[in-house]
């Protein structure tokens, strides 16, 4: 109530060291409708002592209170936690099923998204059937191409933060594929700007936050 007393007041916003401080003064801002204070601790939920240490909680109490602007932030702040480590789950028990859903199929749609990127025979030859070297035309296998995508898909599922950060375009394996040379002719096979721009261009193109109708249907 001292809490509620001093923002009502416009007095100095009292410290919100916990979750669960917060959680208590939102409740409480409900039941003696204040919607004045409850804009405050609305502010408050996204500020980046909250939101960049637990994105998961954040997440789970905008969905609770139908904050659609600051759900889909935190959910955008997930991107870089592998949901099924065990260090989270915690986090996850708080999150209602519907809305752990929607989460889960943000996580999921990204993945799908890369590996069809990576798999497009449009963008990057490498997948083409039988492999052929685009200077002498002669087959080869492109290994190097096959098992950087099996590094990035491996990313995205244990260590998505290299995907988001785009810390992937840095990998080893990434360096290793763009050096590779054809065994017959000698020549490099692929093009490195132009192959690090597809990868980019790939990288921008994943889902950052839940769909907005998959919030609506869960909050209903």
Same mark, same amino acid.
């Given at each position: 109530?001292?809490?509620?007393?001093?923002? $009502?007041?416009?007095?100095?916003?009292?410290?919100l060291?916990?979750?669960?401080?917060?959680?208590?003064?939102?409740?409480?801002a409900?039941?003696?409708?204040?919607?004045?204070?409850?804009?405050?601790?609305?502010?408050?939920?996204?500020?980046?002592?909250?939101?960049?240490?637990?994105?998961?909680?954040?997440?789970?109490?905008a969905?609770?209170?139908?904050?659609?602007?600051? $759900?889909?932030l935190?959910?955008?702040?997930?991107?870089?936690?592998?949901?099924?480590?065990?260090?989270?789950?915690?986090?996850?028990?708080?999150?209602?099923s519907?809305?752990?859903?929607?989460?889960?199929?943000?996580?999921?749609?990204?993945?799908?998204?890369?590996?069809?990127?990576?798999d497009?025979?449009?963008?990057?030859? $490498?997948?083409?059937?039988?492999?052929?070297?685009?200077?002498?035309?002669?087959?080869?296998?492109?290994?190097?191409?096959?098992?950087?995508?099996h590094?990035w898909?491996?990313?995205?599922?244990?260590?998505?933060?290299?995907?988001?950060?785009?810390?992937?375009?840095?990998?080893?394996?990434?360096?290793e594929?763009?050096?590779?040379?054809?065994?017959?002719?000698q020549?490099?096979l692929?093009?490195a700007?132009?192959?690090?721009?597809?990868?980019?261009q790939?990288?921008?193109?994943?889902?950052?936050?839940?769909?907005?109708?998959?919030?609506a249907? $869960?909050?209903?």
């Amino acid at each position: 109530i001292a809490g509620l007393l001093l923002m $009502a007041g416009g007095r100095e916003i009292p410290e919100l060291d916990s979750f669960e401080y917060l959680e208590n003064l939102l409740h409480a801002a409900e039941k003696y409708d204040m919607p004045g204070v409850l804009s405050i601790l609305r502010l408050a939920l996204v500020s980046p002592k909250f939101l960049d240490s637990h994105p998961i909680r954040v997440y789970a109490i905008a969905c609770q209170w139908g904050w659609i602007k600051e $759900a889909k932030l935190a959910s955008t702040k997930t991107l870089g936690i592998d949901l099924l480590n065990h260090d989270v789950v915690k986090d996850l028990h708080i999150v209602e099923s519907p809305h752990l859903v929607a989460l889960m199929l943000l996580h999921r749609r990204r993945r799908d998204v890369l590996r069809t990127g990576l798999d497009s025979h449009t963008n990057f030859y $490498a997948n083409n059937t039988p492999g052929r070297c685009s200077h002498c035309q002669r087959e080869i296998a492109h290994v190097g191409w096959m098992h950087l995508k099996h590094v990035w898909s491996n990313a995205l599922e244990q260590h998505p933060g290299d995907v988001v950060s785009g810390a992937v375009l840095q990998s080893p394996e990434l360096h290793e594929m763009l050096s590779a040379v054809c065994q017959h002719c000698q020549r490099k096979l692929y093009n490195a700007e132009g192959t690090i721009t597809k990868l980019k261009q790939l990288l921008d193109k994943l889902p950052t936050t839940v769909e907005v109708s998959e919030f609506a249907l $869960a909050h209903s």
